[in-house]
C-alpha cells in the first residue's frame, strides 16, 4: 500500500495550461494573450541587446568561476545595483544605510523570501494570524506565496471597480481605514497584474497617508519597473514616495520583465529600515530563511544585471532596450483601441490606453472568453486580461475582429 | 520601528571559519572547512566539459523563456537516469517523478515540504548522528520533527553498524529515514555493501520511508555506478524512495544551483498524482527553476564526448582527494605519530572525520593557522601536495 495512493490530482496552474492548449491548437490564425512574456513584432521571445553583450563579456572572462554565491547574493547585485534601481542612486535611505537587499530566486522568489520573514518576525513573533491584503484581483501566486509561508488570514481589498473599468479608491481607502493595525498590504509597485490600472501620484498619497496613520506594513510588488511607462524613475514613484514618507517597507523586484531574464530567476527583496542596526538584524534573519529554502541563489542572471547596471554605458543600453519595449506595446494599445472604435464595438475602450504595462483587463466575460479561445482560437484568461505583448501588427485586426464578434454575438 | 524584536541571528558556524581565515595573515594558513572543491593550487577548478558545454549552448542563441515548473525536460529525465541508471525498470514504467531543484538544498526542502503535506506517518525524520547542519533546519522550516539513529563511532573513528541497526529496528513505522547515499557528510564514513543490504532489509521490517540524499555521485569513488550503487539496490529491493541530487560537486556547478528532486512511485499514475502536487508546492517558492546550470549539466549528460569527458574530471577529482588522504597518512607517520590514522583513508569523500577533539582543534587554529569545523572535520579539498607536509607536522604537533 503506497504513503501516496491519497495523494490527489492537483489542478494545474491556470496561466500555463492556456499555454498547453494554445500549443496543441493547430490553428494557423490563433494568438497567444496568456502568459506574461514580452513578444516582439514578428512574436518571437526577445533577448535584450544588452544582455548577449554582457553575457558574452561574462563567457570571455576567465577569471570567473561557478562557485557559491553568499547566502544572501552577489553583492554588486542586492543593495549595490538592484535596490538603487528601485529606490534611485541618491535614495536618502541608502545614504544612510538602511537599505538592504536579498538576492532571489525571481520576483517570486523575493516574496516569499519577505513573506516567511514577516511571518517569523512581524508584529509579534510567529504571529501567523496577521492578516494579509491583497487587491481584488491579484496575480494569482500572491495567495499561494503569504499562505504557504505560513498566514492563516488572507483578505481581499477593493481595487479593480468593473462598471467604471478603474480604481475603485473609495474601496481601497475603505478597506485601508477599517483593517486592523499592522496588517501587510501587498501594493504593485506599478503595472498592476493583472487589470493593468495604477493609482495615479494622487491617489497614492492617500493611500500613504491612511496607511501610516492606521500603522499599515507596505509590502511592494514591484515586476516591472521601466516596462511600465518606459521610465524606471516614473514606475517607482509610488515606492520612493513612500520611502520619503518614513515607511519600513519590503520591495519584492523582478528582473524577469524589464531584463528579459525569466528564466534565470533574477530578483531582489529590498527592505527598508528605519536604522542600519534593524538592518544588521533583519539581515541576519534573511540568511537563516534562506538557508533553509534554496542555501545561496544563483550566479548567472544577478551577474548579468549587476555588471549591466554598474556600467554608464551598458545602463543607458539598457534603458534604451527597455524603452524599446514598452514602447511597442503602448503602440499596440493605441491601435487596438482604435481599431475597436473604427468597428465599432459597443463599449468604451479608453481603459486599453489608460491601463499601463503588460496587461489590461478587457471587460470580456468568462462566455465571451470562452467565445475568443473556441471559436476564434485567440486565448486569453478567464478573467478576461490579454497580455499586449501577444499582439502584433500581423494579428492586431484579427483579434480586434474577434473581440468584436465576442462582445456582440455573447452576452 | 516594526523590527525591535528582531534578534541578531547566530552567526553560521561554517562560514564563520572562512570568515576567520580571511583575516588571517598567516603565509601558512589553511583554510579546511571550505566545502567546495580545490585544485593541487588551491584553486576553484571549473572543469573542461563545463566551458566546453558553455561554449556549445551560447553558440546555440536560446531564448531565456520560463522553464516548466519543474525544470528543462532533457536536465530532468538525464538526472534520474545518473542515479537509476539508464535501464531502470523504474524509469521504463514511468514511475518516477524527478523535477529540478536549485541544488541539493531546494531538493531537500521540496521533498521536507511533500512529506509535511502528504506524509500520513509520523512527522518525524530520522538522521545518521552526525549528519550535514543543515539538514535540521531544512526539516525543521518544513513543519516536520527531527530524531536521530546512531552512525558514527568515535572510537573507531568509522560506522557503529550494530548501533545504527539497533536504533533503526526501533523506529516507529511509517518514519522518514534519511540515508546519505554516499561520502557522507561530514564524516566520510560509508557503510560497506553487506551493511547496506542488512540496513534495507531492517528498514524494510520497519516499513519505513527512505529518503535518500545523494549531493558526491562520482565525487566519493570516482564512479559514477559504484557510487550510486546504494540508491539503486534499495530500489531494486522494493524501496519507494525519495531522492535529492546536487550537482554543485561533482559538475562543479555550485552557484548555478543545479539539482534534482526524484520520488518513486507505485505507477505512472501516482506519479502524475505527485508530480501535480510537487507544483503545486513549487510554484509560491520561486515559481520555476533557474536555466543556466540545468542546460549546462543536461549538455554534459547528454552529449556523448561531453559525458566521458565528465566522467574522467570527476574521476581525476575524487582521485586528487585519495591521494591527499594517503598523502596525509604518510606524513603523519613520518612525523613519528603514534595513533591510527587509518580512518583517513578508510573514509570517502571530501570530508575526513579526523577524531580531533575541541581543544586540539583550537590549536591547530591558533598556532598553526588551520581552520576547519570544531568537530574536528576537515575537507580534504583544501589538502594539497604542496600543505599537506604543513598539515601532517600541525596534527601531530597537537596530539602527541
Redesign the interface.
Known amino acids: 500500500m ?12 491556470a496561466v ?1 495550461q492556456l499555454t498547453a492548449d494554445f500549443r496543441q491548437d493547430s490553428h494557423p490564425q490563433k494568438v497567444n494573450l496568456g ?1 506574461g ?1 514580452y513578444r516582439t513584432d514578428d512574436c ?2 526577445w ?1 535584450l541587446p544588452v ?1 548577449k553583450k554582457v ?2 563579456l561574462i ?1 570571455e572572462d576567465d577569471s570567473l ?5 553568499p ?1 544572501l547574493g552577489l553583492p554588486e547585485f542586492r543593495s549595490a545595483s538592484a535596490s538603487k534601481v528601485a529606490l534611485g542612486d541618491d535614495n536618502t535611505a541608502i545614504k544612510e544605510n538602511r537599505v538592504g537587499g536579498v538576492q ?3 520576483g ?2 523575493a516574496l ?1 523570501i519577505g513573506a516567511e520573514f514577516l511571518r517569523r ?5 510567529n504571529n501567523t494570524a496577521t492578516p494579509v491584503y491583497v487587491s481584488a484581483p491579484t496575480w494569482e ?1 500572491h495567495n ?2 503569504f ?3 505560513g498566514f492563516k488570514d488572507i483578505r481581499p481589498y477593493h481595487y479593480w471597480d468593473a462598471a467604471s473599468r478603474g480604481l475603485d479608491i473609495t474601496g481601497l481607502l475603505d478597506d485601508l481605514e477599517n483593517a486592523p493595525e499592522h496588517s501587510i498590504f501587498v501594493l504593485h509597485a506599478c503595472a498592476h497584474n493583472p487589470t493593468g490600472i495604477d493609482p495615479t501620484q494622487e491617489q497614492w498619497k492617500k493611500i500613504a497617508e491612511v496607511m501610516k496613520r492606521r500603522n499599515l ?1 507596505a509590502f511592494f510588488d514591484s515586476a516591472y519597473q521601466g516596462f511600465a511607462s518606459g521610465s524606471l524613475e516614473k514606475d517607482a514613484w509610488a515606492i520612493r514616495f513612500f520611502v520619503s514618507e518614513g515607511f ?1 517597507l519590503f520591495v519584492a523586484q523582478s528582473f ?1 520583465k524589464n531584463f ?6 533574477v530578483g531582489n527583496l529590498t527592505v527598508v ?3 542600519s542596526d ?1 538592518l ?3 539581515l ?2 534573511m ?3 534562506v ?11 544577478a551577474r548579468v544585471v549587476s555588471k549591466t547596471l554598474n556600467s554608464p554605458e551598458l545602463f543607458d543600453e539598457w534603458k534604451g532596450n527597455v524603452k524599446t519595449m514598452a514602447d511597442r506595446v503602448l503602440l499596440m494599445r493605441d491601435q487596438l483601441k482604435a481599431k475597436l472604435q473604427a468597428l465599432g464595438t459597443p463599449g468604451t475602450w479608453d481603459h486599453i490606453t489608460q491601463q499601463i504595462g503588460m496587461f489590461s483587463f478587457t471587460g470580456l466575460n468568462p462566455k465571451q472568453v470562452e467565445y475568443m479561445i473556441k471559436e476564434k482560437h485567440v486565448y486569453l484568461m478567464a478573467s478576461g486580461r490579454i497580455n499586449m505583448c501577444g499582439l502584433t501588427s500581423k494579428n492586431i485586426d484579427y483579434v480586434a475582429q474577434s473581440i468584436h464578434d465576442a462582445v456582440t454575438k455573447v452576452q | 520601528s516594526w523590527w525591535g524584536g528582531v534578534q541578531m541571528g547566530p552567526p553560521d558556524p561554517i562560514l564563520g571559519v572562512s570568515e576567520a581565515f580571511k583575516k588571517d595573515s598567516s603565509p601558512k594558513k589553511m583554510n579546511l572547512g571550505v566545502g567546495a572543491y580545490r585544485d593541487d593550487q588551491g584553486k576553484p577548478f571549473v572543469l573542461s566539459c563545463v566551458r566546453k558545454a558553455e561554449a556549445l549552448i551560447a553558440a546555440k542563441q536560446l531564448d531565456k523563456e520560463y522553464l516548466p515548473i519543474g525544470g528543462l525536460g532533457e536536465f530532468t529525465k538525464a538526472c534520474a537516469q545518473l542515479a537509476l541508471g539508464a535501464d531502470n525498470d523504474v524509469l521504463k514504467s514511468g514511475r518516477n517523478i524527478t523535477v529540478q531543484t536549485i541544488s541539493g538544498t531546494g531538493s531537500l526542502r521540496i521533498g521536507a515540504n511533500f512529506l509535511s503535506r502528504f506524509h500520513g506517518g509520523p512527522r518525524d525524520v530520522y538522521l545518521p548522528k552526525p549528519s550535514w547542519g543543515n539538514h535540521t533546519p531544512i526539516f525543521r522550516d518544513a513543519g516536520m520533527q527531527l530524531k536521530a539513529y546512531r552512525y558514527y563511532d568515535p572510537s573507531t573513528c568509522g560506522f557503529d553498524f550494530k548501533g545504527a541497526l539497533e536504533d533503526i529496528s526501533k523506529i516507529p513505522e511509517q518514519s522518514v529515514i534519511m540515508l546519505h547515499a554516499c561520502a557522507h557528510n561530514p564524516t566520510g564514513v560509508d557503510p560497506k555493501p553487506e551493511q547496506w543490504k542488512e540496513i534495507s532489509d531492517i528498514v524494510k521490517k520497519r516499513n519505513l520511508l527512505v529518503f535518500f540524499d545523494m549531493a558526491y555521485q562520482g565525487f566519493a569513488s570516482g564512479d559514477i555506478d559504484r557510487d550510486a550503487w546504494a540508491v539503486r539496490y534499495f530500489i531494486e529491493q522494493g524501496h519507494n524512495i525519495l531522492l535529492s541530487q546536487s550537482f554543485a560537486k561533482n559538475m562543479g556547478l555550485y552557484g548555478e544551483r543545479v539539482g534534482g528532486f526524484t520520488v518513486v512511485c507505485n505507477d505512472a499514475d501516482e506519479a502524475k498524482r505527485v508530480e501535480s502536487q510537487l507544483k503545486i508546492l513549487i510554484r509560491p517558492i520561486y515559481s520555476n527553476p533557474p536555466m543556466n546550470g540545468a542546460r549546462i549539466a543536461a549538455a554534459i549528460l547528454n552529449t556523448p564526448d561531453l559525458r566521458s569527458l565528465w566522467l574522467e574530471e570527476v574521476h581525476g577529482m575524487a582521485n586528487r582527494i585519495i591521494k591527499m588522504r594517503e598523502q596525509l597518512v604518510a606524513g603523519l607517520k613520518k612525523e613519528g605519530s603514534s595513533h591510527n590514522w587509518q580512518h583517513v583513508i578508510d573514509q570517502i569523500g571530501m570530508f575526513c572525520f579526523t577524531g580531533l577533539k575541541p581543544e586540539q582543534v583550537e590549536r591547530l587554529t591558533k598556532e598553526f593557522s588551520v581552520y576547519m569545523t570544531k568537530d574536528g572535520r576537515i575537507s580534504m579539498a583544501g589538502v594539497s601536495s604542496g600543505n599537506v607536509g604543513y598539515l601532517a607536522q600541525a596534527i601531530h604537533a597537537v596530539t602527541k
Do not use: C
Open positions: 503506497s504513503i501516496f495512493s491519497d495523494v490527489p490530482q492537483a489542478p494545474p496552474v500555463f502568459v512574456a518571437q521571445p533577448v544582455v553575457e558574452r563567457v568561476n561557478h562557485e557559491y554565491l547566502i532571489s530566486l525571481g517570486t522568489g516569499r518576525w512581524y508584529n509579534g513573533v501566486n499561494s506565496v499562505t504557504d509561508a506594513f519600513e524577469s528579459g531574464l525569466y528564466n534565470e530567476r529600515a528605519q536604522d534593524s544588521t538584524r533583519i541576519s534573519q540568511e537563516k530563511i538557508r533553509t529554502t534554496w542555501s545561496n541563489p544563483p550566479s548567472q542572471g
